[in-house]
């Protein structure tokens, strides 16, 4: 963690000394992940999870001087996101379909306590697997560096040790270890949820 | 219970591939964060300019104040300055919003204008284009012919001369390029909106190049769908640009000079009744002061001390020589 913020630190800088290569690559790390952020408290509407994370980027931007290493730079991100959601929703006056997200409550227990799925007839399967869904992103989202992408390469697309290697431009063993953090830092993410 | 190596891949499995975002709305918010960003930079540079600046304007302080206020032009090293202000007008370099104190206020370079819900502006930029800012607008002077709109609604002419500016306003939703034009661009978050008077722009939107003509109006909402529509160059929509349009000094000078303004204001073509009118018009040399009125009001009041007449023809502005009555029985 120690590193990680020392890292975000030394990214900030970067981006506020004029280094458009550390913005961009700051930019499409965090923007798919907080789209999502948004995306899961507005109700799936995208035209306004769009213009929140806009909103989110514009604002941390203006108030990146002020960075001082406290928390990771993604968790500081989504801080600003959640201001820019409470703005916007007391702006307009209405209460979000959904406040509050499973994996915002300190114990997400009821979705994960079991992996049994409902059988696929019965009427709550729907909601189960978006519950599930919500929370696997929420994690992948949560985690270090390239992380997520390479659990969803390993898991989801199948690729061996050497492709995620290959994607990541490391050798194959060092690949194996990131993977094995990877699936370290998931487990200790979950876990602290259940 | 299944072992903590197989929780993670059954887990992810099971949840599937996370959301991508589209990849439209990616362009789009990274084309406003870039320009957030170099809000921001420019900001910074400001500052930090502002403070060695400081102690060389103390010894040209006197000079300096004799230049400018002998001079109404923009001065070397400021972008612009306000020529006309109504309603409440902020001004800001660094964070600090103030009211802006008088017009003639001269801008440097990370300068920030705002008007409020009744405020409007009118800029004279540095290279003789007109800024004109409609209530509830912010803009921030960024580099010489460069300027950052956060929001709201702006209009510009780069006069007649064709090709002469090219002035670049750099939004959260795009980069719009003038190509010697007049034109109205609205910024409401990632959604834009171009109406075109005369010539042409061009607008840079995450990669994507739209351009608008003369009489187009092209609305682009948040997720890029886009519809064109026609305006015409008379038409009400610019009436607010007009009624904030800087007036010239016409004290004389040929009553020509003041028509042609007047005719380009208010979006006409203009027609002489003949040679000879036109000739008249060259000729008629105009005393007076027109400030803060609208175009056409100013027309009005000056013609009634000679011998023209305006007569306004659909899109077309026509001068005449002020018929005789006839005399009574």
Not at chain 1, 8 to 32: H, K, Q, T, Y
Not at chain 2, 277 to 300: F, K, M, Y
């Amino acid at each position: 963690m120690a590193d990680l913020v020392h890292v975000d630190r030394a990214v900030a800088r970067r981006i506020l000394g004029g280094d458009e290569e550390a913005f961009r690559e700051l930019f499409d790390r965090f923007f798919p992940r907080l789209y999502r952020f948004a995306l899961a408290r507005t109700d799936g509407d995208r035209e306004l999870a769009q213009d929140i994370v806009q909103q989110t980027f514009c604002n941390a931007i203006d108030r990146l001087d002020s960075y001082r290493g406290e928390a990771a730079l993604y968790t500081w991100f989504c801080q600003i996101c959640r201001n820019a959601l409470t703005d916007h929703f007391r702006r307009d006056g209405r209460v979000p379909g959904r406040v509050v997200l499973l994996e915002d409550l300190p114990n997400a227990r009821a979705v994960l306590e079991s992996l049994a799925a409902p059988a696929a007839d019965q009427p709550d399967v729907g909601a189960w697997r978006e519950q599930l869904h919500r929370i696997v992103e929420a994690t992948l989202d949560a985690l270090p560096g390239r992380y997520g992408e390479a659990l969803e390469w390993k898991y989801i697309d199948g690729l061996s040790v050497r492709e995620i290697g290959e994607r990541l431009k490391l050798s194959e063993k060092a690949a194996e270890s990131l993977l094995s953090r990877a699936r370290e830092s998931f487990r200790d993410a979950i876990s602290g949820m259940i | 219970m299944e072992s903590d190596m197989d929780l993670v891949e059954s887990l992810i499995r099971k949840a599937g591939r996370r959301i991508e975002p589209p990849a439209a709305a990616s362009r789009q918010v990274y084309a406003a964060a870039s320009a957030a960003l170099r809000e921001k930079l420019s900001r910074r540079r400001g500052r930090i300019q502002l403070a060695w600046a400081a102690a060389a304007a103390v010894l040209a302080l006197a000079v300096t104040l004799v230049l400018r206020w002998a001079s109404p032009g923009v001065q070397q090293g400021e972008l612009a300055r306000v020529a006309r202000a109504h309603g409440n007008v902020e001004l800001a370099m660094g964070d600090a919003w103030r009211p802006l104190a008088a017009a003639q206020t001269r801008l440097a370079a990370g300068s920030r204008i705002r008007t409020l819900e009744n405020g409007r502006a009118a800029l004279e930029l540095a290279g003789g284009e007109s800024l004109r800012l409609a209530a509830g607008t912010e803009v921030m002077l960024d580099a010489p012919g460069r300027v950052y709109v956060r929001r709201g609604r702006i209009y510009v002419d780069s006069g007649e001369r064709p090709g002469a500016s090219r002035i670049e306003i750099v939004t959260p939703a795009g980069t719009a390029r003038d190509l010697g034009t007049q034109f109205e661009l609205q910024v409401a978050g990632a959604a834009l909106r171009l109406r075109v008077r005369e010539g042409r722009v061009a607008i840079d939107r995450g990669g994507r190049s739209i351009t608008g003509s003369a009489g187009e109006q092209i609305s682009i909402d948040g997720l890029d769908g886009e519809e064109r529509g026609a305006i015409a160059p008379d038409a009400p929509e610019w009436q607010w640009a007009e009624a904030i349009a800087p007036t010239p000094d016409m004290d004389g000078r040929p009553v020509a000079a003041l028509i042609s303004w007047v005719a380009r204001e208010t979006g006409r073509r203009l027609r002489y009744e003949s040679p000879v009118v036109e000739q008249r018009a060259s000729t008629v040399i105009l005393h007076g002061d027109i400030r803060n009125l609208p175009p056409l009001a100013a027309l009005e009041a000056m013609l009634a001390t000679t011998d023209l007449v305006y007569v306004l023809d659909g899109d077309t502005m026509e001068i005449h020589v002020r018929s005789v009555a006839p005399a009574g029985p």
